[in-house]
């Protein structure tokens, strides 16, 4: 049986976006909120060549892909959206309306190989 890998992604005090975080050759399949979370959504950009270009994450029909967050939680994540996601950063709101946080957001991502 294999264990997920965690991957700290956090998102300083004062910021609304993380800073790079690598996944390698893993897929994004959940995400632990920090206790401290100054309430907005989850919105990603990502790279799928390995941070040189960051794009906003969409859905098929064009729409960031968002998630409703709050602290404490964890949020499963359906791996097939994050196929061929080299990098990504996280972001407290959207790109239009960013959320800064009110203290270092600690979240921390769950990987897991390939399959």
Do not use: C
Not at 58 to 86: C, E, H, K, M
């Amino acid at each position: 049986m294999s264990f997920p890998t965690l991957i700290p992604a956090p998102i300083a005090s004062g910021q609304a976006l993380s800073g790079q975080i690598d996944l390698g050759d893993k897929t994004l399949v959940g995400i632990i909120m920090p206790a401290a979370w100054t309430a907005a959504g989850l919105t990603f950009q990502v790279s799928p060549d390995g941070g040189a270009t960051f794009i906003e994450h969409t859905n098929s029909a064009g729409a960031a892909t968002n998630f409703t967050v709050a602290a404490s939680q964890y949020i499963a994540v359906d791996p097939a959206l994050w196929r061929g996601v080299n990098s990504l950063k996280l972001r407290s709101g959207t790109s239009g309306a960013p959320v800064n946080q009110g203290a270092l957001a600690a979240i921390i991502l769950v990987v897991r190989p390939v399959l």
